[in-house]
C-alpha cells in the first residue's frame, strides 16, 4: 500500500515544481508585453530570453531522463567549442572584467563545468568520473588561457562546490547557502550603484568594476526612481542613458540584470526576475536527482547568477538556453538506477 504512495507523492511535487515554473516564466512574459504597451518599450529580448530558458529545460528534462551521463558531459563540451571556437563571445581585449560578451563568456564557461561535474556524479566507473572532473578543471583552464578571470574563478568554485556536495546531507542547507551567496552579490551591486559604501571599499569595487559600468547602474536607478511601476520599457535603456550613448561602441546595455529590470519594468520585474531564481532553486530541491547533482548544478546556477548581477550574460541566448538546460538535466528522473551519492534529503 505504501510504494505506490512514494512514487505519486515525487509525481505531485514535481508538477508542483513545473507548474510554478509555467507561471514564472509566463508572468515575466506577459510584464514586458505590458512595460512595453505602457511606454512604447521593445519587448522581443524579453520574450526571447524566456523562450530560450524554457527550451532549454523542456530539452534538459528529456535528455536528463534518456542520457543521464551522455547528455551533460556532451553539451559541456560542445559549450566549450563554442567558447572557443565563436568569435562574438571571444574576451578580447576586456577579459579581466565580466563586462558585455567577456560577462557571456564567464557565464558559458560555468555552466559547462557545471554540466561536466553533474555528468561525473551520474557516472558509475571510477574513470569516467574522473575524466569528466578533469573536464571541468579543463574547463577552468580554457577561462585562465583566454583570460577571462571571473570565467576561472566561477569554474573553479563550481568543481569545489561539486567535489564538496556528497558531505552535505541535505540539500535545502546548501540550497540555501548559495541563494543567500547570490543575494549578497546583488546587494552588493546595489550599494556600489547607490553610493552607499565607504569611500575606501567604493574606490576599490569602482576600479575593478570600471567607472563607465558604475556610472550605467547610477543611470539605471535614476530611471528606476523616475518610473519605479512600470520601468522605462523593456529595450529603452540605451536611448535614456547618458552614459550608455557616449560608450564607443555602445551596447545599449546597464549591464546589471536585476539593475536593468529595476530601469526598464520597474519593482515588479526585479521581482519577477527574483522569481525565475527562486523557482529554479525550488525545482532542484524538489529534484528525483542525487544530492551532489543538485547540488553542483545550483552551484553552477548561482554563479551564473552572480556573473550576471555584475555583468550582461543574460542578454546572450546561448547563455539562457544553456541555463535552462542545466536545470533539465538536473531535474530530470533518469529511466536508469543512479550511482548514490551520500545519503541526502530535502
Not at 566549450?80 to 560577462?103: N, R, Y
Not at 547618458?242 to 520597474?266: F, M, R, V
Request: with cysteine; hydrophobic share 50%; proline share 8%.
Amino acid at each position: 500500500m505504501t510504494s505506490p504512495a512514494g512514487p505519486a507523492s515525487a509525481h505531485d511535487r514535481r508538477s508542483a515544481s513545473d507548474a510554478a515554473g509555467v507561471v514564472a516564466l509566463g508572468a515575466c512574459a506577459a510584464w514586458s508585453l505590458i512595460t512595453a504597451a505602457a511606454h512604447g518599450g521593445r519587448p522581443e529580448g524579453v520574450l526571447l530570453a524566456v523562450l530560450a530558458v524554457a527550451a532549454g529545460y523542456a530539452s534538459g528534462r528529456i535528455c536528463g531522463e534518456l542520457l543521464p551521463v551522455a547528455a551533460p558531459g556532451a553539451g559541456a563540451l560542445a559549450g566549450l567549442g563554442l567558447v572557443v571556437a565563436a568569435p562574438h563571445i571571444d574576451p578580447g581585449s576586456q577579459a579581466t572584467s565580466p563586462l558585455g560578451q567577456t560577462g557571456a563568456t564567464a557565464a558559458l564557461l560555468t555552466l559547462c563545468a557545471g554540466a561536466a561535474c553533474c555528468a561525473a556524479w551520474a557516472a558509475g566507473p571510477p574513470g569516467l568520473r574522473l575524466a569528466l572532473r578533469l573536464l571541468a578543471a579543463g574547463t577552468a583552464a580554457t577561462a585562465a588561457v583566454l583570460g577571462s578571470t571571473s570565467g576561472f574563478v566561477a569554474c573553479l568554485g563550481v568543481l569545489l562546490c561539486s567535489l564538496a556536495a556528497d558531505r552535505i546531507r541535505r540539500r535545502a542547507v546548501g540550497l540555501g547557502g548559495l541563494a543567500l551567496a547570490v543575494v549578497l552579490v546583488t546587494g552588493a551591486t546595489w550599494a556600489i550603484a547607490e553610493d552607499v559604501l565607504p569611500d575606501g571599499l567604493a574606490t576599490s569595487l569602482e576600479g575593478q568594476l570600471t567607472r563607465h559600468r558604475v556610472l550605467l547602474w547610477h543611470d539605471a536607478l535614476d530611471m528606476a526612481a523616475r518610473e519605479p511601476g512600470l520601468g522605462v520599457g523593456p529595450g529603452r535603456f540605451a536611448e535614456l542613458s547618458p552614459t550608455a550613448t557616449q560608450a564607443l561602441p555602445p551596447d545599449g546595455k546597464p549591464h546589471s540584470a536585476p539593475l536593468q529590470q529595476a530601469a526598464e519594468q520597474g519593482v515588479l520585474g526585479v521581482a519577477l526576475l527574483a522569481a525565475v531564481f527562486c523557482w529554479v532553486l525550488y525545482a532542484l530541491w524538489r529534484s528525483p536527482r542525487p544530492t551532489p547533482v543538485v547540488l553542483t548544478a545550483g552551484a553552477a546556477l548561482a554563479a551564473l547568477a552572480a556573473i550576471a548581477a555584475v555583468g550582461n550574460a543574460l542578454s546572450f541566448t546561448t547563455v539562457t538556453a544553456g541555463a535552462g538546460l542545466l536545470a533539465g538535466l538536473a531535474t530530470a528522473r533518469p529511466a536508469a538506477p543512479e550511482p548514490p551519492g551520500r545519503p541526502g534529503g530535502p
